[in-house]
């Protein structure tokens, strides 16, 4: 069975300075990896999907990802937060062994300090 | 990227109707939806993955005849919730899957609806 876990729920930075959300997953084959964002009451945007080819991703709005099969981890980073940033972000698994079904984790919702 | 739009956003019904949720995808056929449902500050939970010209498949937990749900076209699935109930307000969400190649497991989301029940 294929799993997610965001490891952190709530993240603080500050505007202007990196942001980190860590990613680790279960998958019983190569998986399909995405980064979704969710601003309040809307619908879920694709930052960016990890499909087996370069294990760095870029994304949208500056995002990236990084796949680490030995790690199972998947971490999005972004150099620099704008206040626009702030949202809830889910990193979402999807294998053949479970027929492409996407599983979430938990999310993590960033907040922008001025 | 590909578009999904949900109707309605927002919807409040007395308790005991029922209330339909449409999902489009707006510029690709869709074969397959999915409809996800979500608490506040909770993740998405899917609910049933929805087949053109089949019968839904729902997940574990799901009561398939209080969640209606047909997709009678590769644009449109549409989502029944009978007999509403304050326990059954909640953020519904549908996905479509684009059926490009290499891209077969993207799935693009709604907007998203709203639902309250009093």
């Known amino acids: 069975a294929q799993s997610v876990t965001q490891l952190d729920s709530h993240v603080s930075v500050s505007e202007g300075t990196p942001v980190l959300l860590r990613c680790n997953y279960s998958?019983?084959?190569?998986?399909?990896l995405f980064w979704y964002v969710q601003h309040p009451n809307k619908g879920l945007q694709l930052l960016l999907k990890y499909t087996s080819a370069a294990t760095l991703v870029k994304g949208i709005n500056g995002f990236e990802a990084e796949f680490k099969k030995s790690e199972t981890s998947f971490h999005l980073t972004k150099p620099s937060a704008h206040m626009s940033d702030a949202a809830e972000y889910f990193c979402?698994?999807?294998?053949?062994?479970?027929?492409?079904?996407?599983?979430f984790g938990g999310g993590t919702r960033v907040l922008v300090k001025p | 990227g590909a578009v999904v739009s949900q109707h309605p956003s927002w919807v409040i019904c007395k308790s005991g109707t029922s209330v339909k949720i449409e999902c489009r995808s707006l510029?690709?056929?869709?074969?397959?939806m999915f409809w996800y449902r979500q608490f506040p500050k909770q993740s998405l939970m899917l609910m049933a993955t929805?087949?053109?010209?089949?019968?839904?498949?729902?997940e574990q937990g799901v009561e398939k005849d209080k969640f209606l749900i047909n997709h009678a076209s590769l644009t449109l699935s549409t989502l029944t919730v009978t007999s509403a109930h304050p326990e059954d307000s909640s953020f519904y969400i549908c996905?479509?899957?684009?059926?490009?190649?290499?891209?077969?497991?993207?799935?693009?989301f709604g907007p998203g609806t709203r639902l309250t029940v009093l």
């Open positions: 510029d690709f056929q869709a074969t397959t």
């Open positions: 979402v698994v999807s294998d053949k062994a479970a027929g492409n079904k996407l599983t």
């Open positions: 998958s019983s084959y190569s998986p399909s």
């Open positions: 996905s479509a899957r684009e059926p490009l190649s290499g891209s077969t497991d993207t799935q693009y």
């Open positions: 929805s087949n053109e010209g089949s019968k839904a498949t729902y």
